[in-house]
């Protein structure tokens, strides 16, 4: 069974930090893009940060770039985002996901990152800054 | 924030079929970008129930089923059951002059009566 377990929410005051974790089991974690995505009640779901399959290349949503980052060892299958000077507005459910892309039978091509949609959802981890 | 609007609410009778629609605009699901659609059941991860607008991931049930016309895009669920109560959230990419990235529209709870 593919499974994304998040670990290392808590409860923090504005300007720390927190180093979130996700490891992975039932999938080849190096094969796979992963996502951090983020939920609270006022904004909704967010697309927090993304990384590529070999930990190279990452993306963040303008919020919280300079004070996040995403990276990964795929020798222990796991995901991790360091999140520094936290603010209030990140107090949010966080989700590990990863990213998968499909084959467009019209095209012969697989899609490209804007067609990328989540296939499996960790459980998330809270993170509450107050 | 969400710039993919879906109604708060739908409920519908067991056996009963609802639909959900995620209505966005020509910088995201009118630009052609795929719809993906997922399940937040209570207490346990979400589930991925379409993708590419209306493609169905082996192991969800073809009572679950997505299309796509122009700016909106629809989710239905046929044969209602009560394990379906949950919320569902559609997505897509949004790319304009200033900033490029996925969306999620603003969710629906389904409610079986």
């Known amino acids: 069974e593919v499974e994304l377990v998040e670990s290392g929410g808590g409860l923090v005051q504005p300007g720390e930090s927190l180093r979130l974790s996700c490891v992975a089991s039932?999938?080849?974690?190096?094969?796979?893009?992963m996502r951090w995505v983020r939920q609270t009640p006022e904004k909704g779901l967010e697309w927090v940060s993304g990384?590529?399959?070999?930990?190279?290349?990452?993306q963040y949503t303008d919020s919280v770039k300079g004070r996040f980052t995403v990276s990964r060892d795929n020798s222990k299958n796991t995901l991790f985002l360091q999140m520094n000077s936290l603010r209030v507005e990140d107090t949010a459910v966080y989700y590990c996901?990863?990213?998968?892309?499909?084959?467009?039978?019209?095209?012969?091509?697989?899609?490209?990152?804007?067609?990328?949609?989540?296939?499996?959802w960790g459980k998330g981890t809270t993170v509450t800054v107050s | 924030q969400s710039v993919l609007t879906q109604p708060s609410s739908v409920s519908g009778a067991p056996g009963q079929r609802v639909t959900i629609s995620c209505t966005g605009s020509s910088s995201n699901i009118g630009a052609g970008y795929d719809v993906h659609w997922y399940q937040f059941p209570p207490g346990r991860p979400p589930k991925l129930l379409i993708y590419g607008n209306d493609n169905r991931p082996s192991g969800v049930p073809d009572r679950f089923s997505g299309s796509k016309s122009g700016t909106s895009a629809s989710l239905a669920i046929t044969g209602l059951q009560a394990e379906d109560e949950a919320d569902y959230y559609c997505q897509s990419y949004d790319s304009t002059l200033t900033e490029s990235t996925y969306v999620f529209g603003t969710g629906t709870k389904v409610t079986v009566l």
């Open positions: 990384i590529n399959a070999r930990g190279n290349s990452s």
């Open positions: 996901a990863n990213q998968k892309t499909y084959y467009d039978v019209l095209t012969g091509s697989y899609k490209g990152s804007p067609f990328y949609f989540i296939d499996v």
């Open positions: 039932g999938l080849t974690f190096s094969s796979y893009a």
